[in-house]
């Protein structure tokens, strides 16, 4: 759902980057996991403060700017079982696509999607194959399918590219 990029003033506040499609949605959770290589602690959120491109928020038990300076680069998560039910089969959170094979038209397989980023224009697919990682739009012209149960998707898309 995001990261923290650092601490927000002197009282212990924390910067939030969301990867959500607006910044504030973040706050429809009262509580928020914080982790890093697989630790993840709950924390509640007492405050926030949206701003432009980011959220800075204040978290039970976090009181000193050195303890949320320490908290830069963990992830944000919220459990899956308090997220929103998709409307339909063609919406997808990007954590259902980390991991997918994808393969292309011609049924070669260019790699593993190993994250997503968002350029403002579209969401883009960040592929890596072992030696080399490729970067697709995820727009229908190029990301024909998604079978989340096969863990795969079919894009049009080369080796070349």
């Known amino acids: 759902m995001g990261f923290v990029s650092g601490a927000f003033g002197i009282r212990g506040w924390v910067h939030i980057v969301p990867d959500t499609e607006f910044a504030d949605?973040?706050?429809?959770?009262?509580?928020?996991?914080?982790?890093?290589?697989?630790?993840?602690?709950?924390?509640?959120?007492?405050?926030?403060?949206?701003?432009?491109?980011?959220?800075?928020?204040?978290?039970?038990?976090?009181?000193?700017?050195?303890?949320?300076?320490?908290?830069?680069?963990?992830?944000?998560?919220?459990p899956r079982s308090q997220m929103p039910e998709l409307d339909n089969d063609n919406e997808f959170y990007w954590?259902?696509?980390?991991?997918?094979?994808?393969?292309?038209?011609?049924?070669?397989?260019?790699?593993?999607?190993?994250?997503?980023?968002?350029?403002?224009?579209?969401?883009?697919?960040?592929v890596n194959d072992g030696e080399t990682e490729r970067l697709l739009p995820f727009v229908a012209h190029v990301v024909l399918a998604v079978d989340r149960d096969a863990k795969r998707i079919t894009v049009d898309w080369g080796l070349d590219y």
């Open 25 to 78: 949605s973040l706050l429809d959770y009262d509580t928020w996991w914080l982790g890093r290589n697989g630790v993840w602690q709950a924390y509640k959120v007492l405050e926030s403060v949206v701003q432009p491109k980011k959220l800075a928020a204040r978290l039970e038990g976090i009181d000193d700017r050195d303890v949320a300076f320490s908290f830069k680069g963990m992830q944000v998560a919220v």
């Open 95 to 126: 954590a259902d696509l980390i991991g997918l094979t994808v393969v292309n038209t011609q049924g070669e397989t260019l790699g593993v999607v190993e994250k997503l980023f968002e350029t403002g224009a579209n969401d883009v697919l960040v």
